[in-house]
Structure formats: structure tokens, C-alpha cells
């Protein structure tokens, strides 16, 4: 990703009479792409958290399963 960046500052650098809306799409694309990637990262942290609580709470309960229905 920072790659990308990188080579296009240079770029704008080597020709500032260049338009730069070409920077700016592949700037939107990076921002999709990390916001995507930050998304399921969250999401994958957020069902750990959840599972360890239902584990904490089987444990709790001494291995019988317990539902809680969300109302």
C-alpha cells in the first residue's frame, strides 16, 4: 500500500504540470481498500470477543450451554 503512495509523490514530484486527479482515484482506492481490510479485522475482533465470553460464561455455568436471547 505505502508502496503505491510512494511512487505516486514521486511521480507528482518528476511532473507537477501533470493533472493530479489521477493521484487522487488511486488514493480513493487505497482508502477502500484499507477501510475494507480495517472492517473485517474489527469484525474478526469483535467475534473473538464474543466467543470468549460465551466461553467464560460455559465455564462459568460448568460446561452446560447457556442461550441468551437478545430481546
Known amino acids: 500500500m505505502s508502496l503505491v503512495l510512494l511512487n505516486s509523490y514521486s511521480y507528482i514530484e518528476r511532473h507537477p504540470y501533470m493533472p493530479t486527479y489521477l493521484f487522487t482515484v488511486e488514493l ?13 479485522i474489527s469484525n474478526a475482533i469483535i467475534n473473538i470477543i464474543t466467543m470468549m ?10 460446561g452446560k450451554i447457556v442461550f441468551y436471547l437478545s430481546p
Open 53 to 62: 465470553i460465551l466461553l467464560l460464561v460455559q465455564i462459568k455455568n460448568k
Open 28 to 40: 480513493a482506492i487505497v482508502a477502500a481498500v484499507v477501510a475494507f481490510y480495517v472492517c473485517i
